[in-house]
């Protein structure tokens, strides 16, 4: 079974360190039909896989996607 948070990890801007943001599973299930993951904003939102392989979704038209360069299940809390 899959996390029900993620950490995701997004190269930072201009050089600064990487930027972080943290996803919750949504009722939802993406075109390979894993679970939808979305930030509290909902404009982040991700397909996580159960082998946490993430493919990223647009929450709007002419979204820039990028693409993680990690994906960590967070613990419980």
Same mark, same amino acid.
Request: aromatic residues 4%.
């Given at each position: 079974?899959?996390?029900?948070?993620?950490?995701?990890?997004?190269?930072?801007?201009?050089?600064?360190?990487?930027?972080?943001?943290?996803?919750?599973?949504?009722?939802?299930?993406?075109?390979?039909?894993?679970?939808?993951? &979305?930030?509290?904003?909902?404009?982040?939102?991700?397909?996580?896989?159960?082998?946490?392989?993430?493919?990223?979704?647009?929450?709007? &038209?002419?979204?820039?996607?990028?693409?993680?360069?990690? &994906?960590?299940?967070?613990?419980?809390?």
């Amino acid at each position: 079974m899959s996390a029900r948070r993620y950490e995701l990890t997004f190269p930072g801007d201009d050089g600064a360190g990487p930027d972080t943001v943290v996803v919750e599973r949504t009722e939802a299930s993406g075109p390979g039909g894993h679970p939808v993951y &979305a930030d509290a904003t909902g404009i982040v939102r991700a397909e996580i896989s159960d082998r946490d392989e993430v493919r990223m979704l647009a929450s709007g &038209a002419r979204q820039a996607l990028a693409h993680p360069t990690g &994906a960590r299940p967070l613990p419980e809390s």
